[in-house]
Each structure stands twice: as structure tokens, then as C-alpha cells.
């Protein structure tokens, strides 16, 4: 049976579950995700209903609206954490690195712009959304943040499937592309995104800043 300290110092970086209050779900991070995911479809149907998308800041689709700022931050932020876990961690050491890897090639991608010269971008995105998902699974597994990482995985995938699917259903039921239904289908494709990002990262943070192990 572990002691006290040992089972402490296995659970430090995210390594082992603790026991107590670190078995509860933390509700924060799930009324924050929810949060931005309601701001976020909002203000993109404002935008739609009211400016018809003149306004690029709140145009979810626009490269340039404050959501792919947000998720350029995030990805920046999260290289960074990643590759502080990877120095600090006492095991999972290539998870956090390739996560610090994955996060950093998001990054470059936003700010270049490569994906709009890429026509297969979402096959392309599948794996690379894939290999993230297998590190920050590794990482928060058994801890107290696995179940928010485990939810902010869900939205990512969730977000890939409408952006892939999504317009398909919209014409298979009748919808027109400049019609609401279009619109929404934007808006949670963006929305679910970035609230999948405001679980993750933060998470990952907490998870690389903890104390290391002695």
C-alpha cells in the first residue's frame, strides 16, 4: 500500500491520481467552456443577423475574428506549457513533448496561414488531432484534470465532424449556405473549438506547473 508522501510524489505533474478532493470533477472549467461557447455562436449569429458578416471581428469564419485569435493563443500557450511539462516531468516526458510539438505546428499553421494552400486539410488535421489526443491522454490520465481533457478532446473531434459533415447535412436538408442554418452550423464549429481549447490548455497547465518530484 503506497504511503501518504509516495502516493504524493507519484501524483505530482499529473502522473497519479490523488485521493479525496482530487477525485472530484472540477466544475470551472466546464461553466468557462460553456461560457465561451455561448459568446462565441452569439456574437457570430449577431453578426450574420444584424451587420450580415461586415463586422470581421465577430465573423467566425474570418481568419481574422477574435475566436482564431483566442485559439492562436491557446496554441502558443499550450507549446509552452507542454514543453515546461517536458522538462519538469519525472515520466510521460515524450507525451508532453510531442504534445508540445503538435501544439507548436498548430501555432505556425495559424499565423502562416498553411491550411488555406492545403485542399485536404481536414484528412491532414484528423491525425495530427489524433496524435495531440494520444498525448494530452496520456498525460492527465488518472489525475484530476482527466476528465476535463477528456471533454475538451470530445469538443475538438465534435468540432472536426460538423466542419466535415456539416455542410453536407445542410444541403441534404434543403438549407441555403447563406441561410441560418449555414450560420449555425459555423458558429458551433467554431464555438465547440475554441471551448475545446479553454479546457485543454489550462488544464495543461496546471498539470506542467505542479511541484516535481524530489
Not at 492545403?118 to 498525448?135: E, S
Request: hydrophobic share 55%.
Amino acid at each position: 500500500m503506497l504511503s501518504g508522501s509516495h502516493a504524493a510524489s507519484r501524483a505530482n505533474l499529473g502522473l497519479r491520481p490523488a485521493t479525496g478532493a482530487a477525485a472530484r470533477v472540477p466544475l470551472a472549467p466546464f461553466v468557462a467552456a460553456a461560457v465561451v461557447l455561448a459568446v462565441e455562436t452569439t456574437t457570430h449569429l449577431l453578426d450574420f443577423g444584424v451587420y450580415h458578416l461586415r463586422v470581421t471581428f465577430l465573423n467566425s469564419a474570418n481568419e481574422h475574428s477574435y475566436s482564431h485569435w483566442l485559439a492562436t493563443v491557446a496554441f502558443a500557450a499550450g507549446a509552452v506549457f507542454a514543453g515546461v511539462g517536458g522538462t519538469r516531468a519525472a515520466s510521460h516526458r515524450t507525451a508532453w513533448w510531442s504534445a508540445c510539438g503538435i501544439f507548436g505546428f498548430l501555432f505556425v499553421d495559424t499565423v502562416s496561414r498553411l491550411h488555406e494552400h492545403i485542399g485536404f486539410w481536414p484528412v491532414l488535421y484528423a491525425p495530427i488531432l489524433l496524435g495531440l489526443a494520444f498525448a494530452l491522454a496520456s498525460i492527465a490520465r488518472g489525475t484530476d484534470r482527466a476528465v476535463v481533457v477528456y471533454a475538451g478532446l470530445a469538443l475538438l473531434f465534435l468540432s472536426l465532424g460538423i466542419h466535415v459533415f456539416g455542410p453536407s447535412v445542410v444541403r441534404a436538408l434543403g438549407w441555403a449556405p447563406a441561410g441560418w442554418a449555414y450560420q449555425v452550423k459555423i458558429a458551433l464549429k467554431e464555438g465547440s473549438e475554441l471551448a475545446g481549447w479553454i479546457l485543454l490548455v489550462p488544464a495543461l497547465a496546471l498539470l506542467a506547473l505542479r511541484p516535481a518530484s524530489r
